[in-house]
């Protein structure tokens, strides 16, 4: 599979008067051509950020600096005039949010939304862009599209404002699509109809998806590839099958874990990962998993742990070989169920 | 109850004889029959009228949000609401709170009719009935500290004062596993997990007997999520209190729930013991509800029963059964008639012309 985006070394600052902040720190990941690939972490751990920096999003000042490189096809992204960014925004690489009514024009019927990215495009007469729209709202699952293309967004549903929004993102027919939140706003049953849309549109028209998801059953029934965030570091990448079945970094297991699932075997106490996640302001020293980890010792806190190669995954862990092997992300719950996933100080509070 | 229902009754009772006597819903099931149950809900319905738009003829439009729910919750038991948004679940959780008031039906606390409670009697019994919502940020005063805010909830039933009261909100704090020392902090210094265990030892303050947990965790991390639903459960053995929990995805309940109610707009559809209902769905919405939630796992895809479109608006509801737009199995008799929620075996409902067996 040829890579159709390389990021290299991504790293975002942000300072003011009070903080020196690393929103992202030194994340590299590659997506290739026709891949879906999902970047899955809590809030706060820099996903949103990273995507926004890609795609010349964020205000870049004295305050914000981005470092690093992003290549699409081999074009360095991160260099790019803002005229030129422009136009790769829309025809190269797409992006859609997590709140689809809100990313509408409430006073502009969705047709008409539609349009405008598709005379953007400036090629055909009218006739042919009106012809253009339908057949978008059309592909993306939109019954009656020429009914749907009158109305304005609050008169029909999320799930509905969502596929519009996907229709726009597509009217430039971009190669990567970034798709930030897209489902969490929207009802269970909905959700699936979505990911199944944007798996349909990588398998018609070879688009990559960058899906980013706080979600881990999200990224394990729609992705090709998982990066895990957390703290602002890409903690974990690999094939998803990998991820899911070896996970080598303890985060990762504890996530896949933590999640509530309909087919568990059903016990009155979920698995949960002790503490929570640090703002970006007081990160700790060294792995800034280590405070929660059950692994961690003292090397953790100290030195920060770089990417490592282990078979297919890319694992930012001291102890990845050994999260890999003694599966202690299979966190159970300990005798009686009082001490395990709590931090000392709380079980020393019970 | 039609005859031909009583020979499944038999069956199912057969096959689920086993497990009943399990450990866990044995003691349980015990002692619901001895105590009855603790909360009634006979028949509620709630109404919104919609105000009649002048350029459109008829009728103003009216929104049944609940419309005809009957469920009664025993001690120390956890009832689980599901449902996708705009079901009426949420609605019937502030009705129950008196949030909200019935077009009609009744509620019963402890035997008492809880909707005819007013001023002090009302007030004394709000102590045994608490909530617990989505968004802790929004439930806690920015300008308070959070031992404050917990304080509050002392003074308002005249349980503590003074240095009792910080004893007690130190207790309290405790108990929801959080350090006594974060009394003195402002919500915002907090993370949400944190924050949302404060809105638990509020809710716990007054000795509650029944807690409505309106998604009280769906907003939380994952990873502190799951430690939020560790500590429901936790304080419902050293409690005994019972809970309403209202959650948009069945995932969620499956650990908590002793039993689970499914809603579609503004009508249960299903109900069943938590166990039975994720073995053996009946309802075709139940099913498909259990299918759409994604397995964090690749190698278990979806089991396929797919959803067509999205929930109608609860102000023009189809006619016949409420679910038939879209349910795969939708015949010409669902056109017609609206099923009844009928009970197929001890402890399960469903409103189905065909359910699963």
Redesign the interface.
């Known amino acids: 599979m040829t890579e159709l985006l390389e990021v290299e070394g991504l790293t975002v600052k942000f300072e003011s008067a009070a903080h020196h902040l690393e929103l992202v720190r030194d994340a590299s990941f590659e997506i290739g051509t026709g891949e879906v690939v999902a970047m899955v972490g809590?809030?706060g751990s820099g996903k949103s950020i990273t995507a926004r920096a890609i795609l010349g999003l964020l205000r870049r000042n004295h305050r914000m600096t981005v470092e690093g490189n992003a290549r699409l096809a081999g074009r360095e992204l991160l260099a790019l005039a803002e005229a030129e960014m422009r136009e790769v925004r829309g025809r190269r690489v797409s992006m859609i949010f997590q709140d689809p009514v809100g990313a509408l024009d409430p006073v502009v019927s969705i047709g008409a939304q539609v349009l405008e990215a598709v005379r953007r495009r400036r090629s055909g007469t009218r006739p042919e862009q009106r012809r253009r729209v339908i057949e978008l709202l059309a592909s993306v699952g939109i019954t009656d599209p020429e009914l749907r293309a009158k109305q304005f967004p609050h008169e029909v549903?999320g799930?509905?404002c969502q596929r519009a929004l996907i229709a726009i993102a597509l009217a430039g027919s971009p190669e990567l699509l970034i798709a930030d939140e897209p489902t969490t706003a929207l009802?269970?049953?909905?959700?699936?109809?979505v990911?199944?849309l944007l798996k349909r549109l990588r398998d018609e028209r070879q688009m990559s998806v960058l899906l980013i998801t706080?979600?881990?059953?999200?990224?394990?029934?729609?992705a090709d590839r998982v990066l895990i965030m957390y703290a602002g570091s890409l903690v974990e990448q690999g094939p998803?099958?990998d991820i899911?079945g070896h996970p080598c970094h303890p985060y990762t297991g504890?996530?896949?874990s933590?999640?509530?699932?309909?087919?568990?075997p059903?016990?009155?106490?979920?698995?949960?990962?002790?503490g929570?996640?640090p703002e970006a302001a007081d990160r700790p020293a060294g792995c800034a998993f280590h405070p929660?980890c059950p692994l961690a010792d003292d090397r953790c806190a100290t030195a920060m742990p770089g990417p490592r190669r282990l078979g297919n995954q890319i694992a930012a862990c001291h102890r990845a070989e050994e999260a890999r092997d003694s599966q202690v992300h299979r966190w159970q719950a300990g005798p009686g169920?009082g001490g395990a996933?709590?931090l000392p100080?709380?079980r020393a509070?019970? | 109850m039609p005859p031909n229902q009583a020979a499944p009754l038999a069956r199912e009772e057969d096959r689920h004889g086993g497990q009943r006597e399990g450990l866990r819903d044995g003691p349980r099931e015990a002692r619901a029959q001895r105590d009855g149950a603790l909360l009634e809900v006979w028949d509620l319905v709630c109404h919104f009228k919609l105000r009649r738009k002048w350029w459109k003829g008829g009728p103003a439009p009216v929104v049944r949000a609940v419309d005809g729910v009957s469920l009664s919750v025993g001690r120390q038991e956890t009832y689980a609401l599901v449902g996708e948004s705009g079901c009426g679940k949420s609605t019937l959780g502030r009705l129950i709170l008196r949030l909200e008031r019935p077009t009609s039906g009744a509620v019963r606390f402890e035997g008492r009719d809880w909707l005819a409670l007013r001023g002090d009697h009302l007030r004394q019994a709000r102590r045994e009935v608490q909530a617990i919502f989505q968004d802790p940020l929004g439930a806690l005063d920015p300008r308070r500290t959070v031992g404050k805010s917990v304080e509050e909830a002392l003074d308002a039933h005249n349980l503590a004062k003074g240095q009792a009261a910080r004893r007690r909100v130190a207790e309290l704090l405790e108990s929801v596993g959080l350090r006594p020392a974060l009394a003195a902090r402002y919500p915002h210094e907090l993370s949400g997990g944190q924050r949302q265990r404060v809105t638990v030892a509020r809710a716990i303050a007054g000795g509650p007997k029944f807690i409505v947990a309106d998604e009280a965790v769906s907003a939380l991390d994952v990873s502190v999520q799951a430690q939020v639903i560790n500590l429901l459960a936790d304080l419902q053995e050293s409690l005994g209190v019972s809970y309403l929990f209202i959650s948009h995805g069945l995932a969620t309940v499956r650990h908590m729930a002793d039993r689970v109610g499914v809603m579609y707009l503004g009508r249960l559809v299903e109900e069943a013991p938590a166990e039975e209902l994720f073995s053996a769905p009946a309802h075709p919405y139940t099913k498909a509800l259990l299918s759409a939630a994604p397995a964090p796992d690749p190698t278990t895809a979806s089991k396929g029963v797919e959803l067509r479109g999205e929930v109608p608006s609860a102000a023009s509801l189809p006619s016949g059964c409420r679910f038939r737009t879209r349910c795969p199995k939708a015949k010409e008799i669902c056109r017609e008639a609206e099923p009844v929620l009928l009970a197929v075996a001890k402890g399960r409902s469903v409103a189905c012309h065909f359910p699963e067996s």
């Open positions: 809590e809030s549903s799930g509905m009802d269970v049953t909905v959700q699936a109809q990911l199944d706080h979600d881990m059953g999200v990224a394990a029934q729609t998803t099958a899911f504890g996530l896949i933590a999640v509530p699932r309909v087919d568990a059903r016990s009155r106490r979920l698995v949960a990962i002790p929570s996640v929660r169920g996933g709590r100080e709380e509070a019970l």
